[in-house]
Every structure is written in structure tokens, then in C-alpha cells.
Nanobody, 123 residues
Framework: QVQLVQSGGGFVQAGGSLRLSCTAS????????MEWYRQVPGPMRRLVASITSTGTTNYADDVKGRFTVSRDNAENTMYLQMDSLKPEDTATYFCRSEIQRDEPGIMRVDDYWGQGTQVTVSS
């Protein structure tokens, strides 16, 4: 079972920066996709950023130019660098990974979630 351990959340003033980390228990080069989601009080999680195994990145419109997702395969870690933070960025942030498993006669995609970390941005 893959485990994703998150760190780097905290409190910051508007305009400040934080860097979130998501460290996997397996080499992340086995993960075809890694993503960051965020969730405010309520049931919905919203995709913030993603990075593929080949390095292709995507961002939600409201974080483009402010957030940067990256990965360090040697450290088995995905990062989310958050700059120019706004109060509306306040949320619990979760990382997610997808692993494609090819076996005789079947292709499976498994996903795994980190435990979440709180980011609070004050005005």
C-alpha cells in the first residue's frame, strides 16, 4: 500500500509564501500522475495543480502564476510552492497519486491520498 505523507502547512499573511511537500513510500517515478487538491469546510475537493511522470503541469485558473508544482524523484517528493497567497487560498490541502498497474489481461489504475495539511492565510 502506497502512503503519502504531507508537510509544510501553516499560517501566513496575505502576500506570503508556503511550500507543501508530499512524500511517497514508493518511488514517485512509478506514479503517472500526482495532484494537489484543496478543500474548504464542506464535502468538495477542488483540483489545484497536477504533474505527470513526464513533467507536464496543469493549474487551476485562480492559482496560475502564483503556485508551482514540481517533483523530486530522488526524494520521492512532490512539492507545491505557493506564492502571493490570498485569504481565499485558505483550505486543507491534499495530495493524490495515480499508479497504473499492468498485469496479464488487465490494466488497473490505483489512487492514493495524503492525510491533508491546513493552510491558513490571514489578511
Amino acid at each position: 500500500q502506497v502512503q503519502l505523507v504531507q508537510s509544510g502547512g501553516g499560517f501566513v499573511q496575505a502576500g506570503g509564501s508556503l511550500r507543501l511537500s508530499c512524500t511517497a513510500s514508493e518511488p514517485i517515478d512509478t506514479m503517472r500522475l500526482m495532484e494537489w487538491y484543496r478543500q474548504v469546510p464542506g464535502p468538495m475537493r477542488r483540483l489545484v495543480a497536477s504533474i505527470t511522470s513526464t513533467g507536464t503541469t496543469n493549474y487551476a485558473d485562480d492559482v496560475k502564476g502564483r503556485f508551482t508544482v514540481s517533483r523530486d524523484n530522488a526524494e520521492n517528493t512532490m512539492y507545491l510552492q505557493m506564492d502571493s497567497l490570498k485569504p481565499e487560498d485558505t483550505a486543507t490541502y491534499f495530495c493524490r497519486s495515480e499508479i497504473q498497474r499492468d498485469e496479464p489481461g488487465i490494466m488497473r489504475v490505483d489512487d492514493y491520498w495524503g492525510q491533508g495539511t491546513q493552510v491558513t492565510v490571514s489578511s
